[in-house]
């Protein structure tokens, strides 16, 4: 485990050492309306999903699903948005936005369930949509249960072709908390493939 002490100001860093283990926030709720830097490594780090050439990433039909299936997140997760993503050899960089707004206008349940499990909000704190404090009405589609549906399915349909393949068991994520934050993130995901030789995920990185 990377023991790299945490940035300064509480914001990632994602040049160098980029790679540290997700610490949930414990008054969090990963359901919360936010954006959030995910990277899933594949088992053992296994370079199943193709190959970088010359800056350029070249998939393989095994990277073809695991970036297809990135594409149907929005459509089986009503309150999520994806923003910037890349296939690397052997893992994914992705951006992905939860909004709960987006899933009361495009879930035709959704209307129903809040008639069902109506809960009166009068008096309370209502902040964790906003600040992501814990609230239980947010909890159904986190960020962890995206995470996991993605690589169930990629698990599933990859090894209908090449039995064998796996992912780590954890994820890493950071929360974007604000614009420039989120201007990093998408910059740093679009030059992964030019700064593959240097990228601490190769099999054979000098510091593994």
Same mark, same amino acid.
């Given at each position: 485990?990377?023991?790299?002490?945490?940035?300064?100001?509480?914001?990632?860093?994602?040049?160098?050492?980029?790679?540290?283990?997700?610490?949930?926030?414990?008054?969090?709720?990963?359901?919360?309306?936010?954006?959030?830097?995910?990277?899933?490594? *594949?088992? +053992?780090?296994?370079?199943?999903? &193709?190959?970088?050439?010359?800056?350029?990433?070249? /998939? #393989?039909?095994?990277?073809?699903?695991?970036?297809?299936?990135?594409?149907?997140?929005?459509?089986?997760?009503?309150?999520?948005?994806?923003?910037?993503?890349?296939?690397?050899?052997?893992?994914?960089?992705?951006?992905?936005?939860?909004?709960?707004?987006?899933?009361?206008?495009?879930?035709?349940?959704?209307?129903?369930?809040?008639?069902?499990?109506?809960?009166? *909000?009068? +008096?309370?704190?209502?902040?964790? &949509?906003?600040?992501?404090?814990?609230?239980?009405? /947010? #909890?159904?589609?986190s960020l962890s249960k995206i995470v996991r549906w993605y690589k169930g399915r990629c698990s599933f349909e990859i090894?209908?072709?090449?039995?064998?393949?796996?992912?780590?068991?954890?994820?890493?994520?950071?929360?974007?908390?604000?614009?420039?934050?989120?201007?990093?993130?998408?910059?740093?995901?679009?030059?992964?493939?030019?700064?593959?030789?240097?990228?601490?995920?190769?099999?054979?990185?000098?510091?593994?």
């Amino acid at each position: 485990m990377n023991n790299d002490p945490q940035p300064e100001n509480n914001k990632p860093k994602y040049k160098g050492k980029y790679r540290v283990d997700s610490i949930r926030l414990p008054a969090w709720s990963y359901a919360s309306n936010a954006g959030y830097f995910v990277t899933i490594c *594949t088992d +053992g780090k296994k370079c199943f999903f &193709g190959e970088v050439v010359q800056g350029e990433m070249h /998939l #393989s039909s095994i990277g073809e699903i695991a970036q297809k299936l990135w594409y149907e997140i929005p459509n089986h997760f009503y309150n999520c948005q994806i923003d910037s993503f890349c296939v690397m050899p052997n893992h994914i960089h992705g951006i992905l936005i939860i909004n709960q707004i987006r899933e009361d206008a495009m879930n035709p349940r959704k209307q129903e369930e809040d008639a069902m499990n109506r809960v009166s *909000t009068r +008096g309370d704190d209502q902040r964790g &949509g906003v600040t992501g404090l814990f609230n239980p009405m /947010l #909890s159904k589609n986190s960020l962890s249960k995206i995470v996991r549906w993605y690589k169930g399915r990629c698990s599933f349909e990859i090894n209908q072709i090449y039995e064998g393949f796996g992912w780590q068991e954890r994820f890493h994520d950071n929360i974007i908390r604000d614009e420039f934050a989120l201007d990093q993130v998408r910059q740093y995901i679009i030059n992964n493939p030019i700064n593959w030789e240097r990228d601490c995920e190769q099999p054979h990185h000098p510091s593994l």
